[in-house]
């Protein structure tokens, strides 16, 4: 059974959409992360969410917004899609801070 | 706020000889320090922790060291063998708000 599912794999869309991606984990972990992957491959954290609540939000832009509606998804919203958001987005879990993260398969997002 | 810098960003090793990566971090509070690898096209995954009462922890041919006072921590791979090329990625959670903050990586490549 996959731990951290996220969907869809890939996601290829025009400038200016609106698009979402989902997550779920099956662990039962408290804690839910986003992150973005660019290119280099470089991995930065977007949000975190604990219980539900969000409990760090990196400087992204508020087009990104992430939707909880219980403990085990995380899905994550993108409005008025931009050329520099193509990048893997990679949702994880963990059981609490300071423990380890569990990576779902990532998502690729190409904006054309 | 956490400063993670990870070096070297490229490292070639020929198999069967030995790899070492370093991370170096900022917040003297930190007490978790994670490696994970992540090969072509895949996700993250863990492969050795430490935490900040140890100074080494070994797992077959994986050992990570950690120098709480020069805030430093380092992983070691012996006897290397072509499945450990991929880039490899060392975390430091913050301990004030569950920031996590991952180096920019290191690409292994391992030589026949």
């Known amino acids: 059974d996959t731990a951290v599912s996220q969907t869809p794999k890939y996601l290829v869309t025009q400038m200016g959409n609106d698009k979402s991606i989902k997550c779920e984990q099956n662990?039962?972990?408290?804690?839910m992360y986003w992150y973005k992957q660019d290119s280099k491959k470089f991995l930065k954290i977007m949000f975190s969410?604990?219980?539900?609540?969000?409990?760090i939000n990196e400087t992204v832009p508020n087009r990104f917004s992430p939707k909880s509606p219980d403990k085990a998804h995380l899905n994550l919203h993108i409005n008025s899609l931009e050329l520099g958001d193509s990048a893997v987005y990679f949702c994880?879990?963990?059981?609490?801070?300071?423990?380890?993260?569990?990576f779902g398969d990532g998502t690729r997002l190409s904006i054309l | 706020g956490e400063n993670v810098e990870q070096h070297p960003s490229t490292l070639s090793v020929q198999e069967g000889d030995s790899a070492v990566i370093k991370c170096t971090y900022s917040?003297?509070?930190?007490?978790?320090f994670p490696w994970y690898k992540q090969e072509l096209g895949k996700r993250p995954q863990l492969i050795i922790d430490?935490?900040?009462?140890?100074g080494e922890k070994k797992d077959q041919r994986i050992a990570v060291t950690l120098n709480k006072t020069a805030k430093h921590f380092s992983l070691h791979i012996t006897e290397t063998q072509p499945e450990d090329s991929a880039v490899y990625f060392c975390?430091?959670?913050?301990?004030?708000?569950?920031?996590?903050?991952f180096g920019k990586g290191t690409r292994l490549h391992i030589l026949p």
């Open positions: 994880a879990s963990s059981q609490a801070r300071g423990t380890a993260q569990h």
């Open positions: 662990l039962g972990h408290d804690t």
């Open positions: 969410y604990n219980n539900k609540e969000l409990i």
């Open positions: 917040d003297s509070a930190s007490n978790y």
């Open positions: 430490i935490r900040s009462n140890v």
């Open positions: 975390a430091v959670p913050t301990d004030r708000d569950d920031k996590i903050i």
